[in-house]
């Protein structure tokens, strides 16, 4: 008896819970839908820095608590700072981005978009590596603190080899490729470079360094060959960087109201937090003929897309095509942007995707925007579109494709375990992890990769107007940057967002200088589906972290299952490992 009490005091109390965090969570909904207020001679305060996301987290910590700054969300806080007439100037703040150069160059191109405003925007740095003064020296003047150092000392790139690791616990990486330059399995397969893999490494760091002294040398009004030897003399220290011309001063932070003047009285500092929430419409942006953006971000999947993964965001093709299925039939969506941020995944999935956008630009313009990424499954998904857009620096093209499978049974020797089964059929084991592939089942691998790999080449050409032996000979798997991949054709222009938009409204005839009316896939949730799952994947894997006490995100990861995002068997067009910082 005294058991069952017990039981129904703990439902109870459920029950209360859930009614208590329902009504709170609606209170909050409320409270945010309010226009923040902002007071004139406002200086906006943007700290820039973590991973930059497309898109904000799911879940009531994504919807209503502070959330990092996204790409989208930096950018529309410097378009609103322009047109505001309650903002008078800009402090830009660069904290340590952990993002790939793609994303940073869309910050930049805003923070040069606001200077046509006429208004101050200053950069102060507590720090300057190489992205942090990047962003800093699109600004009008540049502070760095007085204690710190400009670590500016040029681009290096490293990457990771784990054959040696393999052989020691007994277990075997059997890969297949299509294209020389595909090095998606060499993390596993090798121990250093291949003399494709190395070439195709120096050929991105090389090109993103040139972006990197030309962005410094237009930043600072010096000359490249300058900005080259002041590079090969770095690190500086602050008084050597004022010296050289570089940073304009040195300041705390509390002493740069009295080095530039923020405002015309007394300035009021605004956090982007506060101004973050401020409606786009209410300063006249975001009206007009409406433009469908979709964000297609993470690893290529098929099924359902799950953007607040603890293990990472994942590009569902269902939830793609029914994207492009409600904005193709929307009367009132007339064109559709597609912001890709991916290394690619499953090449079924992505071929999916393919098929849904070709079918929607024999309806609509189609224009592909590429963020950090937009490799291997998330170029193939980009091909159909009118145009391609991408920023210099974006990782693109890895036209390729690759299959990986671990043979683990010296692993499992070694620790005394013993399998084996039976099978009927005559290529029921051909993904058994127990043994490599025979010759006969490597030649039916290799046929079923290369029908997948002309495939890939074949709606390349279509796309790009071009021959597949054209594609062939710049495909194999190697990946450009997207200064590149214009050079030899895979893109069309070079630039961000708005330059996709731009693109987008003249295909559908809207006035260039017009305002559009943005529709946001995925859109937000509403307050029934937040009440109904009120934290989101990645906000339970938090909490489960906080209540066992670990701090770190990797260790909860380690002990959480496995997400299994691939069939079996399943080839795959993903983008090498390729890590350019």
């Known amino acids: 008896m005294a058991v069952r009490r017990g039981v129904w005091l703990v439902l109870v109390l459920v029950i209360l819970a859930v009614i208590v965090s329902a009504g709170g969570l609606i209170t909050m909904a409320l409270l945010v839908g309010r226009e923040p207020e902002v007071p004139g001679n406002s200086t906006l305060v943007l700290k820039i820095g973590g991973n930059l996301e497309e898109m904000e987290p ?101 990457e990771l080899f784990l054959r040696g690791t393999l052989d020691k ?26 003399p494709a893999h190395r070439e195709m490494a120096e050929s991105l760091n090389s090109d993103l360094y040139d972006q990197l002294i030309r962005g410094l040398a237009d930043g600072r009004h010096k000359s490249e060959k300058e900005v080259h030897e002041l590079i090969d003399h770095g690190p500086f220290l602050p008084e050597d960087a004022v010296r050289a011309g570089l940073v304009d001063d040195v300041a705390y932070e509390d002493e740069l109201d009295d080095k530039v003047r923020l405002s015309k009285g007394t300035v009021k500092y605004l956090d982007q937090e506060h101004y973050r929430h401020v409606s786009p419409t209410s300063l006249g942006l975001n009206r007009g003929p409406k433009i469908a953006l979709i964000y297609a971000t993470g690893l290529i999947s098929s099924g359902e897309s799950n953007y607040d993964s603890p293990q990472g965001q994942v590009l569902g093709s269902d939830t793609m095509v029914e994207y492009l299925r409600k904005v193709r039939a929307d009367s009132s969506i007339t064109a559709i942007v597609l912001r ?131 594609i ?32 987008a409204r003249q295909r559908a005839k809207i006035p260039a200088d017009s305002e559009v009316e943005l529709v946001v896939y995925p859109p937000r949730k509403s307050i029934y589906e937040i009440v ?50």
């Open 58 to 158: 799911g879940g009531v910590i994504g919807q209503f608590l502070e959330a990092p700054p996204t790409v989208r969300s930096i950018v529309d806080s410097l378009r609103k700072a322009r047109v505001d007439p309650r903002v008078s100037s800009v402090i830009v703040r660069p904290t340590g981005a952990a993002a790939l150069w793609g994303k940073i160059q869309e910050v930049r191109d805003a923070i040069t978009d606001f200077r046509r405003s006429g208004k101050p925007i200053i950069a102060y740095m507590e720090y300057g590596g190489e992205q942090e003064f990047y962003l800093a020296s699109a600004c009008d003047k540049v502070f760095l603190m007085p204690s710190s150092t400009l670590d500016l000392t040029g681009m290096a790139s490293y």
């Open 169 to 194: 616990i007994g277990a075997y990486p059997d890969s297949l490729h299509i294209g020389e330059y595909k090095t998606y399995s060499n993390t596993f397969t090798e121990r250093t470079y291949t």
């Open 340 to 470: 890709i941020d991916s290394p690619g995944g499953s090449a079924i999935a992505s071929d999916v995707i393919w098929r849904e956008v070709r079918l929607t630009r024999d309806v609509k313009p189609v224009v592909a925007s590429m963020s950090d990424v937009a490799a291997s499954g998330g170029y193939y998904i980009a091909m159909p579109a009118h145009t391609i857009v991408a920023q210099p620096a974006t990782l693109t093209g890895s036209i390729g494709v690759v299959m990986l499978k671990f043979v683990i049974d010296g692993t499992l020797k070694k620790m005394g375990m013993n399998v084996e089964g039976v099978s009927n059929g005559r290529y029921a084991e051909l993904y058994s992890p127990m043994r490599v592939f025979s010759p006969e089942e490597r030649a039916k691998v290799q046929e079923q990769m290369q029908a997948t790999y002309d495939t890939f080449v074949e709606k390349a050409a279509e796309g790009r107007h071009t021959t597949p032996e054209r």
């Open 472 to 503: 062939d000979a710049i495909g194999q798997g190697r990946v450009w940057t997207g200064r590149q991949a214009k050079q030899i054709g895979l893109v069309d222009e070079l630039g961000g967002l708005e330059r996709a938009l731009a693109l």
């Open 532 to 581: 109904r799952n009120p934290f989101g994947s990645a906000d339970r894997a938090a909490m489960l972290g906080a209540m066992l006490g670990i701090d770190s995100p990797h260790a909860l990861q380690t002990l959480a299952a496995p997400l299994r995002v691939f069939r079996r068997g399943e080839p795959l067009a993903i983008m090498p490992n390729v890590f350019v910082r």
